[in-house]
């Protein structure tokens, strides 16, 4: 700045993260810590997630105990409306989120050759949100009337009811902890996009990144987007809560209806937030298993943009039964309807890829293909759903429900799977037992089809969502719907059993082990504090090379040697 | 993007002060730009949400009220909107050497942000309506409010700034702190520019 010459070109190495922390310990330990290590960042953001990923699993099964009687009579239905806010909120704002930033936080530095990201420190404090707002949000167990039960989506007037007359109440809680999370989350999103940006290895020009990274930029751009309407309309739904305003209330001027369109328009960009990395992770993935090149890498990369951009503009298809006039429910139907363009290339792009490919069936292949499969399913639901007449008749029915836990769980969580089973082994230098790993996989199918498929036929025959009693004629549907619940909360037992016994005895990870290209595969499992530390790769050809015979970078087997030799060195 | 290979012979050359997980400069100001196109994006939902109040809201103006006297804040936006040549002639003083002539720029737009936020206080405490006046009052004060918060937080930031560049060396390493600190303030003269518009002068 205060020089009149050029600003020398970027140079990756010069920036070194503080690793270890003066006085973090090497062990256990420094997932406990202030570290500013992206690699440690991202896995404690993975185990602060599975870890609530058990308790919004076990909300869920108390819930699919309640339903599987049609009278409400395990839990109160006060407390009935508790569980399902809750559940939303911790799957959402708890699992999916802070598991894609781990994610990214893992993988975005090694796949584009950076030593770290470029906020160390805003990287860290973004993640110690998370624990904090995730106490928050459990204290609303524990204050007089207990959690909101306004559902996750938290619709004034319920939301802004205040029976007891509490200062702090359920409601007042969820509003802080959410409004903490988006503020970790918009950390996380500048840092992400800027570290994307700027960080590069030399040679790797924006269509030589790896899909992963385009749709971890598309994914943050709606974060930035988006997240910035929702802190504004939850301000204003905490000023009516707590601060006596009238923002949503009739009676003095104000309308409910504005909350609606602050909340969709992030809250459904939030869904793309939590499926574009997943296909970024199926882009991935499915070059390495079936040991061909991605079809059609530019429009992947391009799609994740248009994905990005069409999210942004079809928030009112949650509203259409909401009062919303004819002329916005068509064009609202319209641009839902056109998103189903750039996803749908993005999956014949994948079933391209996997024609006549060599098919491994790994656990992260096999979570790979059940995630694809169910996407595609929950694509055609997604496109009846968007049709208003349809949607006026199954909104707000177990169809919907279905319909976003298809996606949510059948396709984003599936995918989270496919990218824990494929990744495992580089970041924690051991290898995932492959039979646990199947039985995991299998118990989820089954479990999950049998969970979500019941929901569809419930709701199309009338049954309506948040409700802890029902008619009797759903009754066979929510048994088969809890009973695969329970196999879902089965299958954690494997998976929990392999991540812990494989991370403390299993066997070494070879630095490649699937045979797979890409920058953090040159890399030793797991990879040194500063990844390519001062011996950053050139990166001269694109990605997922699979059998095309050319080097990825520049003195390719120099460093397929050193990796090597560090794995048997240490 | 077109990155040369450095040999280690370069990497000596970089300033020292990059090695200890403080980011690049050039970092920091990307990472900051970012950061205020998507605060931006919160103000545009709050004036959305204005407009579809003044336009739609049955019940407006609170019983008794008439609307806002614009002279008195039209004062203080003339004010705070000069702040931002003041602002910018401080940041030239820096790049030119010229220490205690930034260092008076920067002290006279602290001044004058502070004019600001007294004339926004004592108007506040004059007027006829509070928070809980219907939607129009809880518009105005969050409103103004918000942006008075960010108001604060730059003089706040321009305090920190001021009392850094007594630190001997401090702009060894560039001035990417002062330059952060001017492209808020821009962007908070901005806002009020588009909130005085839709606040004072669109009152009929």
Known sequence: MTSTTPAPPFDPRVLKAPHPVPGAPNNWRRFLSFNTDAKVIGLQYMITALFFLLVGGLLSMIMRGELITPAADLVDPTVYNGLYTMHGTVMLFLFLFPILNGFNNLLIPPMIGAPDMAFPRLNAAAFWMVPV???????????????????????????IQNPLGHFINGQFLWILAVALSGISSIMGAVNFITTIIRMRAPGMGWFRMPIFCW????????????????????????????????????EGGGDPMLYQHFFWFYSHPAVYVMVLPVFGIFSELFPVYARKPLFGYHVVAIASFAITFLSLIVWVHHMFYSGTPQWMRNLFMVTTMLIAVPTGIKVFAWIGTLWGGKLRLTTAMLFSLGGVFNFIFAGITGIMLATVPVDIHVGNTYFVVGHFHTVIFSTITYGVFAGIYHWFPKFTGRMLYEGLGKLHFVLTFIGSQLTFLPMHAAGLMGMPRRVASYDPEFAFANVLASLGAFLLGVATIPFLLNLVSSWVRGEKAPPNPWNAIGLEWLLPSPPPAENFEDDVPTVISGPYGYGLGRPLVEDEERYVAKAASAATGA | MTTTTPTPADLPAQPAAHGHGH????????GFVIFLLSESVIFLALFAGYAIYKTSSPLWLPPGVEGLEVSEPLRFTVVLVSSSGVIYLAERALHRGRLWQFRAWWLLTMAMGTIFLVGQGLEWAALPFGLSDGVYGASFYLLTGFHGLHVLTGVLLMGLMLARSFRPGNYDAGSVGVTAVSLFWHFVDVIWVVLFVLIYVWQR
Request: net charge negative; aromatic share 12%; glycine share 12%.
């Open chain 1, 215 to 250: 749709t971890a930029v598309a994914a943050q751009a709606i974060q930035l987007i988006g997240l910035p309407v929702l802190t504004a309309g939850a301000v204003l739904l905490l000023f009516d809560l707590s601060f006596g305003t009238s923002f949503y209330l009739p």
């Open chain 2, 23 to 30: 980011g690049h400069a050039d970092h920091t100001l990307t």
């Open chain 1, 133 to 159: 707002f995730g106490v928050i949000l459990m204290a609303s167990f524990l204050v007089p009337g207990g959690p909101s039960g306004a559902g996750w989506w938290a619709y004034p007037p319920q939301s």
